[in-house]
């Protein structure tokens, strides 16, 4: 940009998603399950959601898709897709709304891509008819542009793979047609849950190449769920640490995983030393997350948490900004800063 024009607005302009606040509940209880999730996505960023098993990664994500299952609702908050005019409040859209926001504006591939497949239909019918019914494609048009997209996201003949039925595809070919149709109506945001856990290695890290190509040439961005911190070491500009259905710490991926602030982050990189992340997962700390609807008194993470004191369970903890890019869900921070990473876990 030449320097005499001045620089446009940054607010809005950036943001893919703003998520602000979110709850949700689960069951005919209403437990709360997602408490307070705040989180912004710039576009064409990457950034990556981990936690342990039931911290809440999979009910943030459907929120934002709208497709929470069954018996689970949006209780509080807000999520915003886009910036400007083409801003939307998803929590306020109802059934055909979303009609014009999944697959066009936002998309998602998830662990198990078979169950997102119509096993009586060839996969490259199912990505076809997208393009014919969404982008009003003839079908000679859309055959043509889904064979391009087939051999964008790296399947050999693709011309053959067009006629093929699920059931006759490898996993990893299954996960690479999904993401095609999940790509193929230019999203501005591709959501992927735990995408490659069902993979061998030498796949998973070749649709992780994929899908970082992907968000580079479409200027997509990405928010990636997964259990393997070498995993958002090696895709995510941004990492959140989720705990208990909150967020704990958030920040630049480089920074949170060599500089953890908060001890349950600490704890988690104490245990899977830097050079030995690979395949670990983050199930290794002693103890138990809280269930969902679980009433705590400040911290959730004080019943495993050996820098706990009194003050950590006397009120509600706040996720706190401790710089411009960084954040820490705890009232013993910066104490702790000055401990050692292994003086915590
Ligand atoms: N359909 C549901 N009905 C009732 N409770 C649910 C439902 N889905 C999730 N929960 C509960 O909500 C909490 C968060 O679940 P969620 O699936 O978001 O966790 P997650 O972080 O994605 O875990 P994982 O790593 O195992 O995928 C858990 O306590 C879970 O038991
Ligand atoms: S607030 Fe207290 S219990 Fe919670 S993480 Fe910080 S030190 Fe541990
Ligand atoms: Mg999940």
Same mark, same amino acid.
């Not at 908050?77 to 005019?85: K, P, R």
């Given at each position: ?16 998603? &703003?998520? *602000? ?9 209403? &437990?709360?399950?997602?408490?307070? =999730? ?55 859209? %109802?059934? &055909?709304?979303? @009609? ?8 998602? =591939?998830?662990? *198990? ?55 006759e595809l490898s996993g990893g070919m ?42 580079? @040439? ?9 259990? +393997? ?6 895709t995510c500009d941004r990492i959140l ?14 920074? =949170?995983?060599? +500089? ?18 690979? %395949? ?28 706990? &004191? ?12 401790? *710089? ?8 013993? =921070? +910066? ?11």
């Amino acid at each position: 940009m030449p320097a005499s024009q001045p620089p446009e607005p940054t607010t809005a302009r950036t943001h893919t998603l &703003r998520v *602000d606040g979110l709850g949700v509940t689960v069951g005919q209880q209403r &437990r709360a399950a997602v408490h307070g =999730v705040t989180f912004e996505i710039a576009r064409g960023e990457s950034v990556g959601l981990v936690g342990e098993s039931g911290s809440g990664k999979t009910l943030t994500c459907r929120s934002v898709l709208g497709l929470l299952p069954a018996g689970c609702n949006v209780a509080a908050g807000s999520i915003v897709l886009g910036a400007g005019d083409s801003e939307v409040e998803l929590t306020t859209v %109802r059934r &055909r709304g979303w @009609d014009r926001i999944r697959g066009l504006r936002l998309a998602a =591939v998830f662990q *198990d891509p078979a169950s997102y497949l119509n096993p009586s239909l060839t996969v490259g019918h199912q990505l076809a008819e997208q393009l014919r019914v969404k982008r009003d494609l003839s079908r000679r048009e859309a055959h043509a542009r889904s064979v391009e997209l087939f051999v964008e996201v790296g399947l050999h003949r693709p011309e053959q793979v067009f006629h093929q039925y699920p059931h006759e595809l490898s996993g990893g070919m299954l996960q690479r047609v999904l993401i095609a149709i999940a790509v193929a109506l230019e999203p501005e945001l591709l959501i992927a849950d735990e995408a490659t856990t069902a993979l061998d290695v030498v796949i998973q890290a070749e649709i992780l190449q994929l899908l970082s190509r992907l968000r580079r @040439d479409h200027h997509l961005s990405l928010l990636l769920v997964t259990h +393997d911190l070498a995993v958002v070491a090696e895709t995510c500009d941004r990492i959140l640490v989720m705990y208990g259905g909150e967020i704990v710490e958030s920040g630049p991926t480089g920074e =949170v995983l060599t +500089d953890p602030k908060h001890p349950y982050t600490r704890a988690l990189l104490s245990v899977a030393s830097i050079g030995d992340w690979t %395949r670990r997962t983050l199930d290794v700390i002693p103890g138990s997350p809280p269930e969902a609807g679980e009433q705590m008194s400040g911290c959730r993470f004080a019943p495993r948490c050996s820098a706990a &004191r009194e003050q950590c369970t006397a009120g509600p903890v706040d996720l706190t900004p401790l *710089d411009a890019a960084r954040s820490a869900r705890c009232v013993r =921070v +910066d104490e702790l800063a000055l401990t050692s990473v292994g003086g915590v876990a």
